[in-house]
């Protein structure tokens, strides 16, 4: 790639040193992906332009790996800006004219011309920063009050079947279907422990949010309700691995077989299934698997 070079200074002064000839062409588009009014000079002010074009000037030579990852990087944080400032409908927030045109002059600066990648970068940098400490409480505290509205559904609703269940009349209904009562009432605390296990593995994972958060609530893409149950299955496979000791597991001197009996313990251990709720899927996969193989 060619570059542009300075001449020597009085004096046997050192040349300046040179600037990487920007590979790309920088323009506005519109929603439809279509450039806007293509009269120079480009106006990312314009409220059509909502994307920008990265248009290559020699489809023959590759830009530099410095330009490229400008590009790639430029694009995830418009992407998230356009997911959180624009609407369906076309309606864009006030800050999403702020971010963009910051993000179309980072894009000339770095890429069009005598450019200058690396100073562009560190502006990003910053700019990406400034946009993850601007929304990154609201997104937290919104998935967290999501996830807690659909937690409370469900543990209401185990805490009050654990209530009926504990009624003398549906005790002996238990008995005559050769059920314990006890037992249940513990699955019961097991699964509500888990509900709130999950809340609190939320919290404690994002404790500190990345670009990605800002859009992507968990990498496995599940609802709030979706994951609560997910997980509460899981949970209760492992209740039932202890329940039968198929698995022996002790917290200090507590054995966790002891659950079944003890709806403290349930609510503990649901609770601590529940915060580890991401190494559920592979825990069980692998006693699944051990299992398969003594058959």
């Known amino acids: 790639m060619d570059t542009v070079t300075g001449k020597d200074g009085a004096n046997g002064a050192p040349a300046p040193s040179p600037l990487p000839i920007g590979a790309y062409k920088i323009w506005p588009v519109d929603r439809d992906g279509k450039l806007t009014d293509l009269n120079e000079p480009a106006d990312p002010a314009a409220h059509e332009a909502v994307d920008i074009y990265f248009g290559v000037l020699d489809s023959?030579?590759?830009?530099?790996?410095?330009?490229?990852?400008?590009?790639?990087?430029?694009?995830?944080?418009?992407?998230?800006?356009?997911?959180?400032?624009?609407?369906?409908n076309g309606e864009q927030a006030a800050a999403f004219r702020l971010y963009y045109v910051r993000l179309f002059r980072l894009a000339q600066l770095g890429l069009e011309g005598n450019a200058v990648p690396d100073v562009a970068k560190a502006v990003l940098d910053r700019l990406t920063d400034d946009l993850i400490r601007s929304e990154g409480p609201r997104v937290k505290n919104l998935h967290l009050k999501i996830l807690a509205i659909s937690a409370a559904k469900l543990s209401a609703a185990t805490v009050l079947l654990y209530a009926v269940l504990s009624f003398a009349a549906m005790k002996e209904t238990l008995v005559l279907l050769d059920i314990d009562g006890l037992v249940a009432r513990c699955f019961l605390m097991l699964w509500t422990g888990c509900f709130i296990g999950v809340w609190m593995s939320y919290a404690i994972r994002k404790s500190s949010l990345k670009l990605r958060d800002l859009t992507v609530a968990e990498d496995d893409f599940l609802e709030p309700f979706t994951r609560l149950v997910f997980a509460g299955l899981l949970t209760n496979f492992v209740g039932l691995l202890l329940l039968f000791k198929v698995i022996e597991v002790k917290i200090g001197s507590v054995s966790l077989q002891s659950?079944?009996?003890?709806?403290?313990?349930?609510?503990?251990?649901?609770?601590?299934?529940?915060?580890?709720?991401?190494?559920?899927?592979?825990?069980?996969?692998?006693?699944?698997r051990e299992l398969v193989d003594k058959i």
């Open 259 to 288: 659950f079944s009996g003890q709806p403290t313990i349930a609510l503990l251990l649901g609770m601590v299934l529940g915060v580890n709720e991401l190494l559920l899927p592979a825990t069980v996969g692998t006693k699944t």
């Open 60 to 88: 023959t030579v590759s830009p530099p790996k410095d330009q490229m990852d400008l590009q790639d990087t430029i694009g995830q944080v418009l992407d998230t800006v356009r997911k959180i400032y624009l609407r369906d």
